[in-house]
């Protein structure tokens, strides 16, 4: 699997739970915000990794490395949005 895949399913997986959740909406405000930040708060996610094992964390952190991907995932929340 490559990393474009494994990307997909993060998101896939975010997006899920933040629909389940019922913070889809209260999320996109953040992820715009993320965008510029993304980076470094992924950096800080994959330094707790060691200490806190949650497999969730790891996706995010893997979404906020990526600009493709906080993009990818405020889309996926709006045609969510868009469907309710």
């Known amino acids: 699997m490559n990393w474009e895949q494994s990307l997909e399913g993060d998101v896939s997986q975010w997006a899920k739970l933040l629909q389940r959740s019922g913070w889809a909406t209260r999320a996109l405000p953040l992820l715009e915000f993320l ?13 707790t990794t060691p200490f806190v094992e949650h497999s969730e964390l790891k996706r995010l952190a893997n979404i ?21």
């Open 35 to 47: 965008g510029v930040w993304g980076l470094p708060l992924a950096q800080l996610l994959w330094l």
């Open 64 to 84: 906020l490395e990526h600009p493709e991907g906080v993009n990818a995932l405020r889309e996926r929340l709006v045609e969510g949005a868009r469907t309710e």
